[in-house]
Structure formats: C-alpha cells, structure tokens
C-alpha cells in the first residue's frame, strides 16, 4: 500500500533563513507527487506538482522541491522564508489502481519568526 | 481561478443531531471532493462525485452521505452524528479525474457534543 511519511510535525526557522521540509513516499509504481500550503483559516492550495523530467521543479512564491527516486523523498525548500509563509504544508501522492487516489501526508506546521 | 465556497463556516450540534454541509464549485468542474482533516491524520476523502448524480465512495465513508444535485452543487449528509464526526470538513473541485489541481474550500468546522 501507498504511504507519505512527513517526520516534522513542526518547525520553526527565523525570517531570512533557509527551509528544508521532507517528504518520503512508499509506492511501488510511478509516484506524482505535489505539495499544497494551508494557510490559516483557508483551503490547500497547489506550491508545486512533479510527474516526470528535471527532479528539481519550481512552485510558486519561491518555492521548489527535489523528487529522488533512489530516497523515495520529494522534500520542498526555500532559500529564504518570510513570516507570510508561515503555513501547514501537505505532502501529496498520486496513485494509480482501479482508478487514481490522493494519499496525503500528515502536514508540517512552518512557523516563521519575524 | 476556480471558487469553491462552503457554508456553513462553522457547526455545532449534538448526538444523534442532523447536519448536512454544502459546498458550491464555479468554473463548471466535473469532480468535487469531500475530505475531513484531522490532526494526525492528515486530509481522508469521505465521498467524490464525477457529476451530478453520480456518487462514488471514498477511504472513510461510514456515517456519511453525500448527494450531487447539479454540476455546482455536492453536499455532505450526517444523519446520526457522532462525536467522532468532529472534524474540519473541506470540499473541492478537480476539472478532471486524475486528480489533477485540486481547489479547496475555507472548510466547515463541525463539533459534535
């Protein structure tokens, strides 16, 4: 069965500073994957999808994220974070069995300090 | 860019109580989604529709209906609520069936006493 493992449940990095969140997925076949930003008291919304090509995709607010199949990881970053991106960050797995399925991961909360 | 608006925003009822959450998509998508969010948990669809009338199951179903009156329209039905139903409902909309950009709802946070 499909799994998205999200280790962090939180973290927390000073305006300016990098971020790293990871993501590790379990599925044997061919993985699409995206990350949705939860902003407080709002819906997901779409950062980035990868299906296939350059491991490195870029999202939006400059946001990219790395798909390695050797890891089984597709881990989102920043080179600088902004106390706006303070959000819940959900990791998403797309499947393909009798149909297609979302499996999502658990979120990481990012809290930006100011 | 595609709207999806839920009402209500916020449910308190009590068990055994009668709900039913509404969620209206524009931009004419054919598929729309109910999830609950639960910490821990991540998101779980309950039901999803690829038109109107056409209802399919989803990963947690048990205790919940789901009816799609128009292409607009999907809406979620508790009949017998639970406390174990407490939870933060979000709807969505895809224009197509592999699941591609899903767009969300504010949410409807329901609290079963």
């Known amino acids: 069965a499909q799994s998205v493992t999200q280790p962090d449940a939180r973290v927390t990095v000073s305006e300016g500073a990098s971020l790293q969140l990871r993501c590790k997925y379990s599925y044997s076949g061919t993985p699409y994957l995206f990350w949705y930003v939860q902003y407080p008291r709002q819906g997901l919304q779409l950062l980035l999808k990868y299906y296939s090509g350059d491991p490195v995709v870029q999202g939006v607010n400059g946001f990219e994220a790395e798909f390695s199949k050797s890891n089984s990881s597709f881990h989102l970053r920043k080179a600088s974070v902004h106390w706006s991106d303070s959000a819940v960050y959900f990791c998403?797995?797309?499947?393909?069995?009798?149909?297609?399925?979302?499996?999502f991961g658990t979120g990481t909360s990012l809290l930006v300090d100011p | 860019e595609a709207a999806v608006t839920q009402s209500p925003r916020n449910k308190v009822t009590v068990t055994g109580g009668n709900v039913t959450l509404s969620c209206r998509q524009t931009?004419?998508?054919?598929?729309m989604y109910w999830y609950r969010q639960d910490t821990g948990h991540g998101l779980r669809l309950i039901h999803y529709?690829?038109?109107?009338?056409?209802?399919q199951i989803g990963d947690v179903p048990d205790g919940y209906k789901a009816t799609r009156t128009t292409q607009e329209d999907f809406f979620l039905l508790l009949e017998l609520a639970s406390p174990s139903q407490t939870s933060l409902y979000f709807c969505?909309?895809?224009?197509?069936?592999?699941?591609?950009?899903?767009?969300f709802g504010s949410g409807t946070r329901l609290t079963v006493l």
């Open positions: 998403v797995l797309r499947t393909v069995n009798m149909g297609y399925k979302l499996t």
């Open positions: 931009n004419s998508h054919n598929y």
């Open positions: 969505a909309s895809s224009d197509m069936g592999g699941a591609e950009t899903l767009y």
């Open positions: 529709s690829y038109g109107a009338g056409n209802l």
